[in-house]
């Protein structure tokens, strides 16, 4: 279904805590489960307007970009900066039995939604077996 490969992902928060920041973008936290027939993969984006989310997929490759910038204006004093400011990405390798032409996405609360149905070739389906003296049967694949 859903293939995730990042193997840097632990070095680099481990190197972000360690040094204070990262030569790469922050990831986002993500759920994805399959229901029904739809795979939904959940990115928790509190704070980032969505004008600044942008999707795209490409050979397979789901790609996703956010920014979160500060609320305080460029001249004030800040007395603690914890929330994680910038650009957030995150790549998903989707499996051929996903169909990534009809992704569909929706934000609300902080949550950035993608239902992605699963692809009409992978669905289970009925095989007609003739012949013999029986006739036809029906069998479930």
Request: charged share 30%; aromatic share 6%.
């Amino acid at each position: 279904m859903l293939m995730r490969t990042d193997p840097f992902r632990e070095f680099d928060r481990l190197a972000q805590q360690v040094l204070g920041s990262t030569t790469r973008p922050a990831v986002m936290p993500m759920d994805a489960y399959r229901s029904g027939d739809d795979f939904i993969v959940h990115f928790d984006l509190p704070g980032v307007d969505p004008e600044t989310i942008d999707l795209d997929v490409e050979r397979n490759v789901l790609n996703v970009r956010a920014e979160r910038r500060s609320p305080a204006p460029q001249d004030a004093e800040l007395i603690a900066a914890e929330r994680p400011t910038g650009t957030f990405t995150r790549q998903l390798f989707l499996g051929d039995t996903l169909d990534a032409d009809r992704v569909d996405a929706s934000y609300e609360a902080g949550v950035l939604t993608l239902r992605i149905p699963i692809a009409e070739q992978a669905k289970p389906r009925k095989i007609q077996i003739t012949g013999g003296t029986e006739g036809r049967r029906q069998i479930d694949r």
